[in-house]
């Protein structure tokens, strides 16, 4: 009876790394599937391990797997991969920016991962493939994660989202054409999709919260409550939803930034009213601002201190069930969805707390761009003056009204 030969596999299809005996008692030998062979029909790539320690030969097949999975492996170096890209990416650029772009940052590599393959090589991503997600992502056929989802469950998408994905990949290619490995090569030759159309939204939908509306929210708000569960039994409180629409409407800031406030944030000797330090991870520009308040907010501060005095980095809104993190926006979103409610307003389409920065950002056309920048959280006028200073009609009326007249010069 001839005796059986050696073999040990680690890892799940298409990442397993298989060491095996070609002869029992020979040297031992590694085998990995490569489906960028034969013509793309895939095969075996196997090499020798020029030993015959099957405890060697183990720890090197599960470390190969582990990089397999990352991108990073050297069974197949030579050939540039979306996994080794995004594995570069999620190591090298990903930390560089805020905790929501870092979530972001985890969804679209999912997304493309699933919808490219990890195997696919950059340098060949078509036309075709790039308006094919089009088509399925903006027909719901595959959701934000790249899944695929039953016709009957399938919800369009708004332009708005499938034209970040694609500009978050555009991006993410000619990152690669920059970025040098450790051997100091570029990881990508050229940006394959350089040159793509990508779709923008005819009609963005940019809702403006009014003063009225303001007003008539802040005046029921009080009466949104929270289940806090800080001790043993549950108790039904006043959500913070008061404070955090004074600070959103007296600040322009981002609703994830003023959720993520200290009392360490708060500056109440610098400046007339105070200040606020807004610091640069929870800011999506990632730059640490400290900005004059006005009485507004610094009367919802002080309510704030009343009923929650704290001190250092203890969040100043605090989860209902864990005072040591922050309440979430969610959280937040549905208390504004309750008060509006109450107040009996209609939801404004396509946006939340976003047309409470809108409107911040408006009421403040006639001053300085750069002012109005530096104070609410953007990093340059463009996008300030894009997407979020609207014309209103007084305004428009004064421009109306307001111009001079010209005319020839007379001798």
């Given amino acids: 009876m001839s005796k059986k030969r050696w073999k040990y596999s680690v890892g799940e299809r298409p990442n397993v ?13 590694v085998r990995v599937w490569d489906g960028s062979i034969r013509g793309g029909r895939g095969g075996w790539r196997k090499r020798s391990l020029g030993h015959r320690d099957c405890k060697r030969a183990k720890a090197y097949a599960r470390e190969q ?78 959701d934000a994660r790249g899944r695929s989802v039953p016709e009957e469950d399938r919800r369009p998408v708004r332009t708005r989202a499938v034209e970040g994905d694609l500009q978050w990949l555009k991006w993410t290619l000619a990152w690669g054409t920059s970025w040098r490995d450790r051997e100091g090569r570029y990881v990508l030759r050229e940006n394959a999709v350089r040159g793509y159309e990508i779709p923008t ?67 109440f000797d610098e400046g007339p009213y105070g200040s606020i330090r807004w610091p640069a991870d929870t800011d999506k520009t990632g730059r640490e601002t400290v900005v004059p308040i006005g009485p507004d907010v610094r009367t919802a501060l002080d309510r704030v201190l009343r009923e929650r005095p704290g001190i250092g980095g203890a ?40 047309a409470y920065r809108r409107k911040w950002a408006t009421e403040r056309k006639n001053l300085p761009d750069v002012d109005v920048a530096a104070a609410g959280g953007w990093r340059e006028t463009t996008s300030l003056k894009r997407a979020y200073q609207q014309a209103d009609r007084e305004t428009m009326l004064a421009v109306v009204m307001g111009a001079g007249e010209l005319r020839e010069r007379k001798a």
């Fill in 201 to 267: 939204e005819k009609n963005p939908r940019r809702p403006v919260a009014t003063e009225d509306r303001y007003e008539a929210v802040r005046a029921v708000s009080d009466a949104v409550s929270m289940d806090m569960r800080w001790g043993d039994l549950p108790e039904r409180r006043r959500s913070y939803l008061s404070e955090l629409l004074g600070l959103a409407n007296g600040t322009g800031r981002r609703l994830s930034a003023i959720c993520q406030l200290t009392y360490a944030d708060l500056r």
């Fill in 17 to 29: 790394v298989t060491v095996f005996e070609r002869r029992p008692g020979g040297n031992l030998y």
């Fill in 65 to 142: 797997c582990t990089k397999l999975e990352q991108g990073d492996e050297d069974l197949r170096m030579g050939r540039a991969t979306m996994a080794r890209l995004f594995a570069l990416y999620r190591a090298h650029r990903t930390p560089r920016k805020v905790r929501s772009g870092q979530a972001e940052d985890e969804r679209r590599i999912e997304l493309w991962t699933r919808f490219l393959g990890g195997r696919k090589d950059p340098h060949r991503i078509t036309l075709a493939e790039w308006e094919a997600f089009q088509d399925e992502r903006s027909s719901g056929a595959i």
């Fill in 315 to 354: 969040p100043l809104f605090p989860h209902p069930r864990d005072p040591s993190r922050a309440v979430t926006r969610y959280m937040a979103d549905r208390w504004l969805r309750e008060a509006e409610e109450f107040a009996e307003l209609k939801p404004q389409k396509g946006s939340l707390w976003h």
